[in-house]
């Protein structure tokens, strides 16, 4: 979510950072500390209360920076979709400035030819079997 509100390069940018620096760092992390804790407590059982407590702290940090990242794409998104809109309105508004040109009817076909102006009729035209059917 962190990379929605950014532009393609600084995507690139920032996806790298974190694939290449943070999630190393935060696993090697993560078993430095668990480490430390089995070498001063004895073993993984004697650790796992004070690590449940470190998990706890880390879960209560991720939760606050996502409602940091909240706080600062909120604002972002509401641009974006103002903007949107506004130029849907404008599309709008230039199509309908195109078709109130004309009558609005499909069926009325009109073409220019040397200046001049061909209607062409709405009914269509009766061609020669369909006459000779009609007249027996």
Do not use: H
């Amino acid at each position: 979510m962190a990379y929605i509100p950014l532009d393609e390069d600084m995507k690139v940018k920032g996806k790298a950072a974190i694939d290449v620096v943070c999630n190393p760092l935060g696993k090697s992390g993560g078993a430095l500390i668990q480490q430390f804790m089995i070498l001063s407590f004895g073993s993984l059982a004697n650790s796992t209360p004070y690590l449940g407590g470190i998990l706890l702290v880390i879960v209560i940090a991720w939760l606050g920076a996502v409602r940091s990242l909240d706080s600062q794409f909120s604002p972002l998104a509401k641009q974006d979709l103002e903007r949107e809109q506004k130029l849907k309105a404008e599309a709008v508004e230039t199509t309908a400035q195109v078709v109130g040109t004309g009558n609005g009817s499909l069926q009325e076909n009109v073409a220019s030819t040397n200046g001049t102006v061909i209607k062409q009729s709405q009914e269509p035209e009766i061609t020669a079997p369909e006459k000779s059917g009609k007249q027996s």
